[in-house]
């Protein structure tokens, strides 16, 4: 009979371990039921099935997940890393969001945010008169161009300016 183990031997060790006594004396060294729960498993497991987890460790702590790696602070400690906006949210995309969620950009990039043009006719005509095409004016004001496409006035202003432009000399071909 090798391998053979005496009756009551690993019982005796395990009943020893779950007594009340050594579970309250073994939980008073833990401050934190993560630590607890990693150190001690087979306490821990044998606590939960029993249901007996909150008789023993209600004394214990537990830590607060941090929600994610972008705290506030975080992405703000970033910012003067990063000269522009740009920058900001291509090194660091987590934190320019957070930073953008938060209304914060204005503050810390004040004279590189775009004020929000709204186009009116009358700044949808000032833009076109600055093309000399439409395909230019279509480029550069894309929101003015499709203003006044849908109002029906591109071809009045566009034609406008190329009236005036007639006048001038086209440069000659070469053959």
């Not at 537990?62 to 703000?76: A, D, H, I, P, V």
């Not at 849908?150 to 009236?163: A, N």
Request: include cysteine.
């Amino acid at each position: 009979m090798l391998n053979s183990v005496r009756g009551g031997a690993l019982g005796a060790t395990m009943a020893k371990k779950f007594a009340a006594k050594n579970i309250r004396a073994t939980v008073s060294l833990y401050e934190y039921v993560e630590d607890f729960r990693d150190n001690e498993p087979a306490i821990y497991s044998h606590l939960c099935s029993r249901q007996e987890f909150s008789k023993y460790c209600s004394d214990l702590k537990r830590r607060k997940k941090q929600n994610g790696y972008w705290t506030m602070e975080r992405s703000l400690s970033v910012i003067p890393e990063c000269e522009t906006i740009t920058i900001l949210r291509k090194r660091y995309y987590r934190a320019y969001m957070m930073v953008k969620k938060a209304g914060l950009l204005a503050e810390y990039y004040k004279e590189k945010v775009k004020p929000k043009i709204k186009w009116t006719l009358v700044n949808c005509a000032t833009a076109a008169r600055y093309c000399d095409t439409k395909t230019e004016f279509r480029m550069k004001y894309r929101r003015a161009y499709e203003r006044l496409r849908k109002e029906g006035l591109l071809d009045e202003l566009i034609q406008e300016k190329q009236e005036k432009g007639k006048g001038k000399k086209k440069k000659a071909r070469r053959q």
